[in-house]
């Protein structure tokens, strides 16, 4: 054992005291840098030397910068995060349909309705009043309005949707490529066995947004680069991209591109979106489809058997239909029976053609079809989807309100289900957090220690240099 074998421990013990103090002011520098992960020094003792009397040690040496990741708890955030970030979007998507239909308020579709009928019991009191029967016409022009425009508000909203799926995939495909070029880097960082860190740091931020967006699970491969799949359907795996598309149809799916075959359980907000343009806009539209489709249908059954009388003497003529339909009735869905395509016939062109007076009667005094019109505001009728399908026996202000509580129901759902995810999604992020956070208190005390031995690294060194000394004036 040589003076010189005790120099260099002191030098060696001083490189690695100086890199790790390196490494952890690295650590409090990037305190704050979102997606950074904890690194430390690594050391481990040095091959000692054998000696006829025994072994001693030879100091120590740095094996290599580690970072504080949990594999197990970033799967599990990855998996958290995607349910919030779909439980979210579909939340305020639904919110936004509550908006649409705007109840209980003074101008909804609600008390368009109790106007309306309000406005034929007004009538049959004064079957013979002008100003009433333009009330009746007004009102039943402004229920097919108030339709008119919650259609397009819910058409509106499905084709936003639409475009952020479009803007979604879109950033899939980004992020994917991302990931692809993270892969090759990282293998090629650390072909020499080391641990690219800071590029791992970047990949998973790059993977954490990926789940956000569309869930997946992510594989680790022993080279060091990822692969991710979305139920077993693969999207990145090393260096390869799969790019994805939106096939914009009825419903909106999402596929591989220059492919058909829809992928299927695409998680967050890309998922939530999908679900909301073809599960959730289509129910509330079907519901309101058959809405005006009983309001039509119930009216004109009435109003078209009526009769109107004008002239000096007065002389009766049939009515026809208070709403427009199509004539002839096409094979699939009559448009005039739809939210979107509601309204006045084309014969109500003015308060005379109101029909107040019913088939039986002999004179411009009778009521009987105003007061039969009035009291569909309490009669039940067979409502009945676009393709005929009974839905409810009720009457349509009731049918109405269930639509109303339906939505209000699931969107309290759905908000609640987000309050849920989220919270899994923020304690799994605190426990990720809790392994590769960095705690700047934990890091200074490190600081302090490596100091320390840095320290007495250099007082080894003043030490030997003394006996060095002593040994050169032995031999003067």
Known sequence: MSIGSILNMARAGMSVQQA?????????????????????????????????????????????????????????YRSDASGATGADTTAASLNQIQGIFNEPS???????????????SDLSTDPTNTAAKSVVRQSGQTVATKLNQMASQIDQLDQSNREAMN????????????????????????????????????RDRLLDQLSKLAGGQVVERTNGTVGVYISGRMIVDGATVKPLQMIDGQPPTVAYSGSNIPLAGIGGSLGAEITLSSTHIPDVMAKLDSLAKGIVQSVNAIHSTGKIYSGTP??????????DVTNPAPSGVDPRLTARGMRLATTMTDANAVAVSGAAATGPGNNDAALALAGLQSSSQTITSAAGATVATTTLGDFYNSIIGDLATTTSQAQDDSTVKTTMMTNANTRRQSVSGVTTDEELINVIQHQHSYQAAARLVNTVDQMMQTLIGLGQ
Do not use: H, M
């Open 20 to 76: 790790a103090i390196q490494t952890a002011s690295q650590n409090i520098s990037n305190a704050t840098t979102e997606g950074y992960s904890r690194q430390r020094a690594d050391t481990a003792t040095s091959l000692p030397t054998v000696f006829p009397y025994g072994t001693i040690g030879t100091g120590v040496e740095i094996t290599g910068i580690s970072r504080a990741r949990d594999v197990l708890l970033d799967a599990t």
């Open 106 to 120: 003074d101008n909804g579709l609600s008390a368009s309705l109790d106007a309306f009928w309000s406005s034929w």
């Open 167 to 202: 803007a979604d995939v879109n950033k899939v495909n980004e992020l994917g490529g991302q990931i692809a070029q993270y892969n090759t880097q990282i293998l090629s960082a650390e072909s020499n066995g080391n641990s690219a860190n800071d590029l791992r740091d970047a």
């Open 314 to 323: 007065p002389v009766a003529s049939a009515a026809g239909n208070f709403f």
